[in-house]
């Protein structure tokens, strides 16, 4: 069951370029304890099993699990759009069993966040996933073409809330 889904706009300056921000939101209570929503997320390798239909994502390079500033490097490919991407992420932040924040170095994006949150509830977990990004291409590109890339993240996020429940045991 999904706790909640947002978009949002933030314009502003980001690493030294003009762009505009924006941010997709999406939660889900999930049956499981915190600490083993956030261990199976520590482990990178659990996202190429996430992947929505159509997408496909292999990890190249990385420590496992996760720690603090370590880098890892993906490959992605979105049908149908021909060749792959090459991502590298940086672990920004880890806070055992609550939160973990991966910022991409090197990407398709101008600027791309990702912060998985994990609050303890009576029944389990909510799992909140904020994605913050700007397209490059400044404002323009980002007013157009923000709102399908929103739709595309939501619709993935909703997907990888469905298999993070699945692969933890956990009815959402």
């Known amino acids: 069951m999904a706790v909640g889904a947002a978009g949002t706009r933030h314009p502003g300056r980001l690493g030294g370029m003009s762009a505009e921000s924006r941010t997709v939101r999406r939660a889900v209570a999930l049956s499981a304890p915190p600490e083993r929503v956030y261990a199976f997320h520590l482990d990178t390798r659990n996202a190429a099993s996430m992947a929505p239909p159509g997408f496909r994502m292999d990890v190249v390079d990385g420590r496992f699990p996760l720690v603090e500033g370590a880098h890892v490097t993906v490959r992605m490919r979105q049908r149908p759009l021909p060749g792959t ?88």
């Open 85 to 172: 991407a090459l991502w590298e992420l940086r672990v920004a932040e880890l806070v055992p069993g609550a939160r973990m924040v991966d910022e991409a170095v090197r990407s398709p994006f101008a600027r791309w966040s990702h912060a998985h949150a994990f609050h303890g509830t009576d029944g389990g977990t909510t799992m909140t996933d904020t994605i913050t990004y700007a397209l490059p291409g400044g404002r323009t590109v980002n007013a157009v073409a923000g709102p399908v890339v929103d739709r595309m993240l939501r619709a993935a996020l909703a997907y990888r809330h469905r298999r993070t429940a699945r692969a933890v045991g956990a009815a959402a």
